[in-house]
T-cell receptor
Framework: GENVEQHPSTLSVQEGDSAVIKCTYSDSASNYFPWYKQELGKRPQLIID?????GEKKDQRIAVTLNKTAKHFSLHITETQPEDSAVYFCAASRGHGSGNTGKLIFGQGTTLQVKP | EADIYQTPRYLVIGTGKKITLECSQTMGHDKMYWYQQDPGMELHLIHY???????EKGDLSSESTVSRIRTEHFPLTLESARPSHTSQYLC???????????FGPGTRLTVL
């Protein structure tokens, strides 16, 4: 079935360094790839997303890259700050319509710790 | 304020009890979802709905059931709770396709 693999499961960086989280998806029909951030004890919130017709998207210190051929996408956080510490989830979806389910398939999550 | 609400936030019950976890959203979204998540761990989709009177089972097998009689309301029911049901349950909603799923604050369920 549909599957999303996320690595690493934990990541520790020094404040100011960059962090990269990688995901691989199995369903070649996936065309929407969001990233969610979940702080301790709080609900997941969308931080950035990308559609399959775009190879890269940037929003201030965060960026996402997509390689459809390799079925691989990554989250890049630059100039990390302690408030970036959280669990990050990637996800993949086909969207909805034409018999597609539109469900989000989530990766296993990455716990990012940014040390001051 | 437009938001997604879940009640109760915390629930401790004994084995065999019937429970209903409530989820309501005031954003007018057509799609709603239930996820099961152990703290900080993977999100597992257990039920979803594309609109009124539409419900589907998710990827994780669950003994729970759902209903969608009104657009804004998507309750989840466990007929007979067991310790294996102990987890956090997150409700979410989304409008259309390729849009953000908004999550509720969650219900943390403990079955003794």
């Amino acid at each position: 079935g549909e599957n999303v693999e996320q690595h690493p499961s934990t990541l520790s960086v020094q404040e100011g360094d960059s962090a990269v989280i990688k995901c691989t998806y199995s369903d070649s029909a996936s065309n929407y790839f969001p990233w969610y951030k979940q702080e301790l004890g709080k609900r997941p919130q969308l931080i950035i997303d990308i559609r399959s017709n775009v190879g890269e998207k940037k929003d201030q210190r965060i960026a996402v890259t997509l390689n459809k051929t390799a079925k691989h996408f990554s989250l890049h956080i630059t100039e990390t700050q302690p408030e970036d510490s959280a669990v990050y989830f990637c996800a993949a979806s086909r969207g909805h319509g034409s018999g597609n389910t539109g469900k989000l398939i989530f990766g296993q999550g990455t716990t990012l710790q940014v040390k001051p | 304020e437009a938001d997604i609400y879940q009640t109760p936030r915390y629930l401790v019950i004994g084995t065999g009890k019937k429970i209903t976890l409530e989820c309501s959203q005031t954003m007018g979204h057509d799609k709603m979802y239930w996820y099961q998540q152990d703290p900080g761990m993977e999100l597992h989709l257990i039920h979803y709905s594309y609109g009124v009177n539409s419900t589907e089972k998710g990827d994780l097998s669950s003994e729970s059931t759902v209903s969608r009689i009104r657009t804004e309301h998507f309750p989840l029911t466990l007929e007979s709770a067991r310790p294996s049901h102990t987890s956090q349950y997150l409700c979410a909603s989304m409008q259309g396709d390729y849009n953000e799923q908004f999550f509720g604050p969650g219900t943390r369920l403990t079955v003794l």
